[in-house]
C-alpha cells in the first residue's frame, strides 16, 4: 500500500490539459477529481460537453484496467436502471494509453464520458427512498456480476475484506485509547466463515463518494462509480461496504442500513449466512478505513481524500462500540423476511395476543406480566433485550442479567460441562471446590463456608435454618416492606407480602422494624441511623419479654423492594450488635445488591463496614442460571451438622458451578465494578440534573448501578406520584427503554441494569426520562 502511494501520478492540471489535447483531440479545461492511489481529472470542453481523464497508479497493471473496461461495457450492456460511462478511445483508436511521467514510471491513461448526478455525501437528506434506491442498485450490480468473469479479478487486495488482517496489522499505529475497541472489532472478523459464502466479482467501493444521485423526478442513486477496486470475493461484501458508509453520521445508523438491507435483499435475495455476517463485515471495513487512513496519512499527509471519511468513521465506531453485534443482525433478519432470532419465526407462529391467551389458559393467575400491551421478547445479548419484530430495548432493570444478556463465556461454560457432565455433590469435582473457593475469597473472614442453591428464596429458607440451628431460637427481626423470597417461610419474614394484597399479615414469631427511610422515613437527619437502630434494639427486647429466643435479624445490604433504599452510614453496625448482644445472628441477603454493583466494594453489606454471620446470594450469581448460595461461619456450620443430612438435588452440581466461575471470570477481566462505579456516578449526576428541572422527582438514590427515583407529586408532603411512575415507564417502553416502579407506594423507579451498561446508555436513559417528564 505504501508502495502504491509513493507511485501514484504526479500530473499538473496543465499536463492533463495537454494530455487530452494530444491524446483525444480535445480543447477542454482540466479540475481536480479525489483519488486514494490514481489521479483523475473532470474535463469540460468550450461546448459544455465533460469526461472524466483517469491516470494510473504505477502499480496498476494494462490486465486490470482491460478488467474495469470489459466489466463497464458489460454492466451497461444490462440495462440496469443505471447510467455507465462511456469508454472513449484514444485517436490511435487504444481504450488504454501509456505515458511517462517525470518520475520516469509508466501510467496508463483512459477517458471516460461523464454522467451528472450528487454524489451520495452530498445529498443533505438520504430519505427511506434514497437509502432503498442505493440497495436496489447494488443489488442489480451484484446480481449482473454474478455471471462475470475475468482473470484479473482473481487478485491479493488490501481492500478485499478476506484480507483485513492487514489492517489489522497496522492497530499499533491507532491512538492507544482506542485500539482495544478496534482489536473487538476485528475479533468478529476473525470468526466469519467465508467458505459458507457466495463470491462473485463485486465493485468493493461503494463508498458515499462513488454513488451519484439524481434529484429529479426524485431523488434515486442513478450511477457507482470508480471500478478500481474490483476483486473477486464474497458478494456480500460489497453491500457491507455500502452499509459502511450509508451509516455515517446518522442518527439511527442500523436504521439506515435495515432500509438499504431491505431492498437490496427484495431485489437480489441475501442468504441466511450473508445476512448473519454482514454487520461485522460493515464493522471491518469501517476498522479497515481507519487503520489504513493511519498509514496513509504519514505517507501522504498533503492528499485530503485519505482522511475525508475519517473523523466520521471514528464517530460511527464509537457509537456502534456501545452496542451488540447480535442486534443490528437481527434487525437485518427482520429487514429480509427472516425470523429475527434463527430457528424461531414468531411470524409463523402465534401472536403475541395469542400467546397471551394461552398464557392465561395454562399459567396461574397469580403470574404478573408487565407492560402494557405486553412485551413478546425474544432473545437478550449484553444489555438489550429485543422483541419479535426485531425492536430492540435498552434494559435498565434487569439485575439477574448481570453481566450481560446471553454473555458468550457464560453460556460457553454451560454448553461445555453441559456435554461432559452434571451431577449431584455427592462425588468429588473439581469445579465444585474451585467455585466454593472463589466464591469465599471475595468475602471476609470468617464467612468461608459455601452451601450452592438454586435461588435467592431457597438460600435465604437455608439461612433461617442455619440461624435457628445455631442459635436454639426460633424469632426473627425483618424491615418493613422487605422482601426475601417465594417459599412458604420466606413470605412469612417479607412485609411486602404478607402486609400485601393476599397476605396474612405479619406471624407471631416474626418482628417488623421500621424501614431506615431518611427521605421518606419518620428520622432523616445525619443521626437517622441512631433512632432507626432503636427499633431493632426494641424488637429483640419485645422477644425477650415474650419468652422467644432470637434467631436472626434478615437484612437486605440495600432495600430493594423498599424502594431502592441506602441504609444511613453504621446503622448495620449498630444493628449488628443490637442482635448479637441478644443472642441472634445476622444475616445479610445479597439476592439483590451483591457481586460489584456498589461499585465501591464488591458486597453491599461492605459499604455498612460490617461482617455479616450469614451472606445469602441468588439472581446475579448464575447470570439467569438458576444458582444461589449461601455462606456462613465455620460454627454456624458446625452448629448445623447436627446429625441430619443436608442434600440438595441440583445445589452445586457443575454446570452451576461452571456458570457461577465464568460470572466471576467475566466480573473481574470487563472490570465491571469500576464500571457500576463510573457509569452509576455519571447517571446519578445526569439524574440530579433532570431533579433541578423536573419538580416529579423528590429523590435520587443509590450506589453504583442501584438507583432509585422517587416521584413526589408535592416535594413538601411527599404525596406518592404512583400513576405518574407507571405512566412514565411505560412511555419509556414506547422509546425503548425498560424500568419498573417498586416501593410501598410503587411510586419509585428502579434502575439495576446489566453492569455493562455504559455512559452512552446512561445518557439514552437521562434525555429519554427528560422528555417524558416533559409531556
Known amino acids: 500500500m505504501t508502495t502504491a502511494l509513493q507511485k501514484a501520478p504526479r500530473i499538473t492540471l496543465n499536463d492533463a490539459e495537454l494530455l487530452a489535447a494530444d491524446l483525444y483531440g480535445l480543447d477542454v479545461s482540466a479540475a481536480p477529481l479525489p483519488s486514494e492511489r490514481d489521479q483523475n481529472f473532470a474535463l469540460r470542453n468550450p461546448s459544455g460537453e465533460q469526461f472524466v481523464l483517469k491516470i494510473a497508479n504505477a502499480e496498476e497493471q494494462f490486465e486490470f484496467l482491460e478488467l474495469q473496461d470489459q466489466l463497464i461495457c458489460y454492466l451497461a450492456a444490462r440495462e440496469l436502471d443505471l447510467e455507465f460511462p462511456r469508454i472513449v478511445r484514444t485517436k490511435a ?55 462475470f468473469s475475468h482473470a484479473a479479478a482473481h487478485r491479493s487486495f488490501y481492500w478485499d475484506l478476506r484480507n483485513a488482517g492487514m489492517a489489522r496489522g497496522l492497530i499499533e499505529l491507532l491512538p492507544e485509547s482506542r485500539r482495544s475497541m478496534i482489536e473487538r472489532f476485528f475479533g468478529e472478523w476473525e470468526k466469519i466463515d467465508w467458505s459458507s459464502l457466495r463470491f462473485s466479482v463485486i465493485h468493493n467501493d461503494a463508498n458515499d463518494y462513488n454513488i451519484l444521485v439524481k434529484q429529479r423526478p426524485e431523488q434515486s442513486v442513478n450511477a457507482i462509480l470508480d471500478y478500481g477496486d474490483v476483486v473477486h470475493t464474497a458478494t456480500v461484501c460489497d453491500l457491507a461496504i455500502a452499509l459502511a458508509y450509508v451509516m455515517l453520521d446518522k442518527p439511527d445508523p442500523i436504521g439506515a442500513a435495515a432500509q438499504v438491507v431491505a431492498a437490496y435483499h427484495e431485489t437480489y435475495p441475501l442468504t441466511e449466512t450473508e445476512v448473519e455476517v454482514l454487520y461485522r463485515l460493515a464493522v471491518t471495513r469501517l476498522c479497515c478505513s481507519v487503520c489504513f487512513a493511519a498509514t496513509q496519512t504519514h505517507d501522504a499527509p498533503d492528499n485530503e481524500y485519505l482522511n475525508i471519511s475519517n473523523a466520521p468513521a471514528w464517530r460511527l465506531l464509537e457509537k456502534l462500540s456501545n452496542i451488540s453485534f447480535d442486534w443490528p443482525t437481527r434487525i437485518f433478519r427482520y429487514a429480509c423476511g427472516l425470523p429475527v432470532v434463527k430457528g424461531q419465526d ?10 397471551l391467551a394461552a398464557r392465561e389458559r395454562h399459567l396461574g393467575p397469580s403470574l404478573s406480566i408487565s407492560y402494557q400491551p405486553p412485551l413478546h421478547i425474544v432473545c437478550g445479548s449484553r444489555q438489550y433485550l429485543y422483541d419479535a419484530g426485531g425492536r430492540h430495548y435498552l434494559d435498565c432493570v434487569n439485575n439477574v442479567a448481570h453481566v450481560g444478556h446471553s454473555h458468550p463465556l457464560v453460556v460457553r461454560a454451560a454448553a461445555e460441562q453441559m456435554a461432559i457432565l452434571n451431577t449431584n455433590t455427592r462425588y468429588l469435582h473439581e469445579h465444585l471446590i474451585e467455585y466454593a473457593e472463589r466464591l469465599t475469597g471475595t468475602l471476609p473472614e470468617p464467612l468461608s463456608v459455601v452451601y450452592l442453591v438454586n435461588s435467592g428464596s431457597e438460600a435465604n429458607e437455608l439461612a433461617l435454618r442455619l440461624a435457628r440451628a445455631h442459635t436454639g431460637g426460633n424469632a426473627v427481626i425483618v424491615v418493613d416492606s422487605a422482601y426475601h423470597g417465594n417459599t412458604s417461610a420466606m413470605i412469612d419474614l417479607s412485609p411486602y407480602k404478607f402486609d400485601g394484597p393476599g397476605g396474612k399479615g405479619c406471624p407471631s414469631w416474626v418482628h417488623k422494624v421500621m424501614m431506615p427511610d431518611v427521605y421518606r422515613g419518620a428520622h432523616r437527619g445525619p443521626d437517622a441511623a441512631r433512632f432507626y437502630v432503636d427499633y431493632v434494639i426494641e424488637a429483640a427486647r419485645k422477644i425477650a419479654d415474650a419468652d422467644q429466643r432470637l434467631a436472626a435479624f434478615f437484612c437486605e445490604s440495600a432495600l430493594s423492594c423498599g424502594g431502592q433504599i441506602i441504609l444511613p452510614p453504621g446503622y448495620l453496625n449498630a444493628a449488628y450488635t443490637a442482635v448479637r448482644n441478644a443472642g441472634g445472628v445476622c444475616v445479610a441477603d445479597e439476592v439483590q445488591t451483591g457481586f460489584g454493583r456498589a461499585g465501591t466494594h464488591f458486597w453491599m453489606f461492605e459499604t455498612q463496614d460490617v461482617v455479616p454471620d450469614i451472606v445469602t446470594l441468588g439472581k446475579p450469581i448464575g447470570n439467569g442460571h438458576p444458582l444461589g448460595a449461601v455462606i456462613t461461619t465455620p460454627a454456624i456450620a458446625a452448629s448445623f451438622a447436627n446429625g441430619m443430612e443436608y442434600f440438595n438435588t441440583f445445589g452445586g452440581n457443575p454446570v452451576s458451578c461452571a456458570v457461577g466461575l465464568a460470572v466471576l471470570d467475566v466480573i473481574r477481566h470487563e472490570e465491571l465494578q469500576q464500571n457500576a462505579l463510573e457509569v452509576g456516578d455519571y447517571l446519578k449526576q445526569g439524574l440530579f440534573e433532570l431533579q433541578n428541572r423536573h419538580s416529579l422527582i423528590g429523590d435520587v438514590r443509590g450506589l453504583g448501578l442501584f438507583i432509585g427515583i422517587e416521584f413526589v407529586r408535592n416535594r413538601e408532603t411527599l404525596e406518592p406520584a404512583d400513576s405518574e411512575a407507571t405512566q412514565i415507564v411505560e412511555r419509556m417502553k414506547e422509546r425503548c427503554v425498560l424500568l419498573s416502579t417498586d416501593g410501598p407506594y410503587h411510586n419509585i423507579i428502579k434502575i439495576k441494569p446489566p453492569m455493562i451498561f455504559s455512559k452512552a446508555n446512561a445518557d439514552l436513559l437521562i434525555s429519554g426520562l427528560d422528555c417524558v417528564l416533559k409531556r
Open 346 to 355: 414468531s411470524r409463523k407462529e402465534r401472536t403475541s395476543v395469542e400467546l
Open 93 to 147: 483508436g487504444e481504450a488504454i494509453a501509456a505515458i511517462k511521467g517525470e518520475d520516469g514510471h509508466q501510467h496508463f491513461v483512459r477517458l471516460l464520458t461523464w454522467i451528472d448526478g450528487v454524489c451520495f455525501a452530498k445529498v443533505k437528506r438520504h430519505d427511506r427512498k434514497l437509502l432503498s434506491s442505493l440497495g436496489r442498485a447494488l443489488a442489480h450490480v451484484d446480481a449482473a456480476l454474478a455471471q
